[in-house]
């Protein structure tokens, strides 16, 4: 699995502050580089602020833990991290469901594949973690998710 990073934060960051689906931030990062003048300036500052609630995850941090993944589509999982880099997912809602995929940390970032779909989260200094999901083949983000450790 390959470490997903570049333009990912910036997304996240999009979805958080700049009205969810809405912000051009979601759809297209490469947007972030061309604000100047006092936009470009705000924006900075809006990016600084959002940067200083970040953090790396430990890799000490993630397995084995059980985790709650929740989507802006409304589906909740749980996710089991394992040693050396499986994962078990189980659905809550709307509909109970079982996947298994692998995982793996990659310089502070954690990267999940399950199928098709590939989970890329930043860990936050107050523990609600955030994310972008893409299936594979497309350019568009699938979900937004957020990440919390059960227990």
Do not use: C
């Not at 100047?36 to 959002?50: H, I, T, V």
């Not at 996710?79 to 793996?104: N, S």
């Not at 609600?128 to 937004?144: I, K, L, Q, T």
């Amino acid at each position: 699995m390959q470490g997903l990073r570049d333009g990912l934060d910036k997304r996240v960051f999009g979805y958080e502050t700049g009205g969810g689906r809405k912000s051009s931030y979601w759809e297209s990062p490469l947007m972030f580089a061309m604000p100047g003048g006092q936009g470009g300036k705000e924006l900075d500052e809006a990016w600084a602020r959002w940067r200083a609630k970040r953090r790396m995850f430990s890799e000490d941090e993630l397995a084995p833990q059980v985790w709650r993944k929740a989507s802006d589509h409304g589906y909740e999982f749980l996710v089991t991290l394992l040693p050396g880099g499986r994962l078990i997912e189980v659905q809550e809602k709307p509909h109970r469901a079982h996947f298994e995929g692998d995982w793996e940390f990659d310089r502070g970032i954690l990267n999940m594949r399950t199928g098709e779909y590939v989970l890329t989260v930043f860990a936050a200094k107050d523990g609600n973690h955030s994310g972008v999901e893409f299936r594979d083949g497309e350019a568009a983000p699938n979900a937004y998710f957020r990440f919390t450790r059960v227990g």
